[in-house]
């Protein structure tokens, strides 16, 4: 997503990062309790994705993650104005990649004068599924968040 | 209540890991991408 930014940037797509909390806490990694830890988190996410752009913070009790809907890993497109027209439940530099392709042509073709609407669209993405990656990842956070994802999905 | 598709966005105004804040309404009448991020591992 940090490339999917710095392609878009000079077609004046602007870009935010923003950390909500611990996908799954365990004993190394624990439930976010204050916004020091959550500043701490986030620094480390920044350094392993090798984000180069700003990371912003929701506040401790995740208010902004709500009010966008809460889905793990979401990402949303708004337009110039400000109107929500992309949302997906997943974050995926393909899905956004293609979104952000099509709007930027929908603005061209209004700025030729063709007349447009905007239409509803249901469609499934698909992403690459790294479950190993996925795991080992867990494993880190600890003993705790490996027991509970495999409760939770058996 | 969260928003939908074809609905204004809501507003917010949040620290950034160095230090300055940003609103949504620092991008208007630009396109945004916003992405929640979470940690793992």
Redesign the interface.
């Known amino acids: 997503?940090n490339a999917?930014?710095q392609k878009?940037a000079p077609q004046?797509?602007?870009?935010?990062?923003?950390?909500?909390?611990?996908?799954?806490p365990g004993e190394y990694?624990p439930h976010l309790t204050t916004m020091e830890q959550k500043?701490t988190?986030?620094?480390?996410?920044?350094d392993k994705?090798g984000v180069t752009r700003?990371?912003?913070?929701?506040?401790l009790d995740g208010a902004?993650?709500?009010?966008?809907?809460?889905?793990?890993?979401?990402?949303?497109?708004?337009?110039?104005s400000?109107?929500?027209?992309?949302?997906s439940d997943w974050?995926d530099s393909h899905s956004?990649a293609n979104a952000?392709q099509y709007?930027?042509e929908v603005?061209q073709r209004r700025r030729s004068g063709e007349r447009m609407a905007?239409f509803?669209v249901e469609r499934l993405d698909y992403r690459i599924q790294n479950r190993e990656a996925?795991f080992?990842?867990?494993?880190?956070?600890g003993p705790k968040a490996v027991r509970e994802y495999r409760e939770a999905f058996p | 209540m969260t928003i939908a598709v074809g609905q204004r966005a809501p507003e917010f105004h949040l620290p950034s890991l160095d230090g300055p804040m940003t609103a949504l309404s620092d991008y208007r009448g630009r396109s945004v991408v916003l992405v929640f991020l979470r940690h793992l591992g």
């Open positions: 997503m999917i930014a878009y004046d797509v602007g870009s935010i990062f923003l950390y909500t909390h611990e996908a799954h990694c500043f988190h986030a620094r480390d996410l920044r994705l700003p990371i912003y913070l929701d506040v902004c993650h709500r009010a966008y809907g809460s889905m793990p890993n979401m990402s949303w497109i708004f337009s110039q400000g109107i929500a027209i992309y949302k974050s956004v952000i709007f930027l603005i905007g509803r996925f080992q990842g867990l494993a880190r956070n």
